[in-house]
C-alpha cells in the first residue's frame, strides 16, 4: 500500500530561521515523485518543489528544499530564512510512475511563522 | 497563467438533494481531478479524468460520479447529498497523465445540513 505520513501536526517558526516539515513514505513502485504543496488560508494549493526518486541531487527552489534520503524513505521540506508569509498549511505528496499514476498526499502540516 | 475556476466558494445544500460542483481550467490540460480535503486526513482523490468523456474512479468515490462533455470542464455530482458529505472539495488540472504538476482551483466548501 502507499502511504504519506506527516507526524507534526503544527509547527512553529521564528521569522528568519530555517525550518525543517517532515514527510515519509511508502510505496513499492520502483519509480516514483515526491513534491510539497502549499496551501495558504485563501485555500489555493501551490506547488512547490519537485524530488524524481532517481534523482541523484536534492531539489532546490529558491528558499525550498527537498531533503531526499531513499533508503529512510524521507522527503522533508527545508524552508530557509522564513517569511510571515510562509505561515501555511504544507502537503507531501508522491506519484509513482506507474500503475494509475494517482497522486497520494499526506495529512499536512500547518506552519505558523512568528514575527 | 493556468486558471482554474470552481462554480462556487461556499455551498450549502440539504440532505438527499442533487449537488453538482463544476470546474472549468483555460490551458487546454488532459488531466482532471476531484479531492476532497478534511482536517487530518489530507487530500483525497474521488474521481479524475484523462481525457474528454473518459473517467477513472480515484480512492473515495462512493457517493458521487462525475461528467466531463468538454475538455475544460469537469464536474463533480452528489447524486443523493448526505452530511458526511460535508468538506472542502477541490480541483485540479495537468498537463497529461504523466505531469506531477497540479494546477488547483479555490476549492468549494460545501456543508450539508
Known amino acids: 500500500a502507499q502511504k504519506i505520513t506527516q507526524t507534526q501536526p503544527g509547527m512553529f517558526v521564528q521569522e528568519k530561521e530555517a525550518v525543517t516539515l517532515d514527510c515519509t513514505y511508502d510505496?513499492?513502485?520502483?519509480?516514483?515523485?515526491l513534491f510539497w504543496y502549499k496551501q495558504p488560508s485563501s485555500g489555493e494549493m501551490i506547488f512547490l518543489i519537485y524530488?524524481?526518486?532517481?534523482?541523484?541531487q536534492n531539489a532546490t527552489e529558491g528558499r525550498y528544499s527537498l531533503n531526499f534520503q531513499k533508503a529512510r524513505k524521507s522527503a522533508n521540506l527545508v524552508i530557509s530564512a522564513s517569511q510571515l508569509g510562509d505561515s501555511a498549511m504544507y502537503f507531501c505528496?508522491?506519484?509513482?510512475?506507474?500503475?494509475?499514476?494517482?497522486?497520494?498526499f499526506g495529512a499536512g502540516t500547518r506552519l505558523f511563522v512568528k514575527a | 497563467d493556468v486558471k482554474v475556476t470552481q462554480s462556487s466558494r461556499y455551498l450549502v445544500k440539504r440532505t438527499g438533494e442533487k449537488v453538482f460542483l463544476e470546474c472549468v481550467q483555460d490551458m487546454d490540460h488532459e488531466n482532471m481531478f476531484w479531492y476532497r480535503q478534511d482536517p487530518g486526513l489530507g487530500l483525497r482523490l474521488i474521481y479524475f479524468?484523462?481525457?474528454?468523456?473518459?473517467?477513472e474512479k480515484g480512492d473515495i468515490p462512493e457517493g458521487y460520479s462525475v461528467s466531463r462533455e468538454k475538455k475544460e470542464r469537469f464536474s463533480l455530482i452528489l447524486e443523493s447529498a448526505s452530511t458526511n458529505q460535508t468538506s472542502m472539495y477541490l480541483c485540479?488540472?495537468?498537463?497529461?497523465?504523466?505531469?506531477?504538476?497540479?494546477?488547483f482551483g479555490p476549492g468549494t466548501r460545501l456543508t450539508v445540513t
Open positions: 479524468s484523462y481525457d474528454v468523456k473518459m473517467k
Open positions: 485540479a488540472s495537468s498537463v497529461d497523465r504523466y505531469s506531477y504538476e497540479q494546477y
Open positions: 524530488q524524481g526518486s532517481y534523482d541523484q
Open positions: 505528496a508522491m506519484r509513482p510512475n506507474t500503475g494509475g499514476f494517482k497522486t497520494i
Open positions: 510505496t513499492s513502485d520502483p519509480s516514483y515523485g
